[in-house]
Antibody
Framework: EVQLVESGGGLVQPGGSLRLSCAAS????????MHWVRQAPGKGLEWISY????????YYADSVRGRFTISRDNAKDSLFLQMNSLSDEDTAVYYC???????????WGHGALVTVSS | IVMTQSPATLSVSPGERATLSCRAS??????LAWYQQKPGQAPRLLIY???TRATGIPARFSGSGSGTEFTLTISSLQSEDFAVYYC??????????FGQGTKVEIK
């Protein structure tokens, strides 16, 4: 069974940093592209970052570029999102999701809540 | 690519048909997916390639369209179908873009 489990969410002050993790199981992690998608309270879905299977390509939404860094460890079946210079606009549930080549996001984690507040 | 969904809210009685629309700001061929999201849950893939049901999705869900105009139809709404539905394009990326969502509520 495919599983994606996020961790690392929590309360952080404006300007602070947080690192999210996503543990994958039930599939060959190194064969899949991975994404982070977030959802602010009461709002829709926003794609924020992508990493290719080999980490050769990484993309970011304009809203997080320069502040967030996506990475992965294929040996440990894990995806990460380092978030720096956080503001209240970054308050959201953060989901990791997988895709194959030019396919939609077929599996999603349960999400990790990040709250930026003083 | 901007994805626009309509209506924002759809009020439907159980057993009735629901028709949701999604429009892309430019052609995306058939590279469109539909997701269902219930409160407190992650999105779930329903439809991909505009009209192919994902694994385990009931036949009452169907998708159609290509280019810029797409439709998700739920033929006979069940209680578990009341949720928010999002369309997403995966034709031109980055970014991968979602519509703003359509909430299907009980009439």
């Amino acid at each position: 069974e495919v599983q994606l489990v996020e961790s690392g969410g929590g309360l952080v002050q404006p300007g602070g940093s947080l690192r999210l993790s996503c543990a994958a199981s039930g599939f060959t992690f190194s064969s899949y592209r991975m994404h982070w998608v977030r959802q602010a309270p009461g709002k829709g879905l926003e794609w924020i970052s992508y990493i290719s299977s080999s980490s050769n390509d990484r993309y970011y939404a304009d809203s997080v570029r320069g502040r967030f860094t996506i990475s992965r460890d294929n040996a440990k079946d894990s995806l990460f999102l380092q978030m720096n210079s956080l503001s209240d606009e970054d308050t959201a549930v953060y989901y990791c999701a997988r895709s194959a080549t030019n396919t939609p996001f077929d599996y999603w984690g349960h999400g990790a809540l990040v709250t930026v507040s003083s | 690519i901007v994805m626009t969904q309509s209506p924002a809210t759809l009020s439907v009685s159980p057993g009735e048909r629901a028709t949701l629309s999604c429009r892309a700001s430019q052609s995306i061929s058939s590279n469109l997916a539909w997701y269902q999201q219930k409160p407190g849950q992650a999105p779930r893939l329903l439809i991909y390639s505009a009209s192919t049901r994902a694994t385990g999705i009931p036949a009452r869900f169907s998708g159609s369209g290509s280019g810029t105009e797409f439709t998700l139809t739920i033929s006979s709404l069940q209680s578990e179908d009341f949720a928010v539905y999002y369309c997403q394009q995966y034709h031109n990326w980055p970014p991968w873009t979602f519509g703003q969502g359509t909430k299907v509520e009980i009439k």
